[in-house]
């Protein structure tokens, strides 16, 4: 296989079944309300995915030495204000990975 056949494949499975992924519920759903459970996963499970990606994000945070968990804290506390200000989802992500960036260039 030549060397341009072959990624311009590789992209086209993988745009094939990300798209058949997408459309699989609505395909199994139908105009059909969703099952109970589905309606309580999908309210559940979002905020559940976030606490656990914060509280991975955290884990490596050390007290002990500079910067003290500093840059991290100070991000956290920016995104968590401007989420309950705002409430634009990247507004407060963009503004905390900048924080973030900016203050472990200064402080480290």
């Known amino acids: 296989m030549?060397?341009?056949?072959y990624p311009v494949l590789a992209i086209g499975?993988?745009?094939l079944v990300t798209w058949?992924?997408?459309?699989?519920?609505f395909l199994l759903f139908g105009s059909r309300p969703l099952p109970r459970v589905m309606q309580y996963l999908g309210q559940t499970l979002p905020p559940a995915i976030m606490t656990v990606l914060v509280i991975y994000c955290m884990r490596g945070i050390t007290f002990?030495?500079?910067?003290f968990g500093v840059p991290e804290l100070a991000a956290s506390a920016l995104v968590l204000v401007l989420q309950i200000i705002r409430k634009n989802m990247y507004l407060s992500i963009i503004a905390g990975t900048v924080c973030y960036m900016v203050l472990i260039r200064v402080i480290h």
């Open 2 to 5: 030549n060397s341009f056949l």
């Open 13 to 15: 499975v993988v745009a």
């Open 20 to 25: 058949g992924l997408r459309a699989f519920p």
């Open 64 to 67: 002990q030495r500079s910067p």
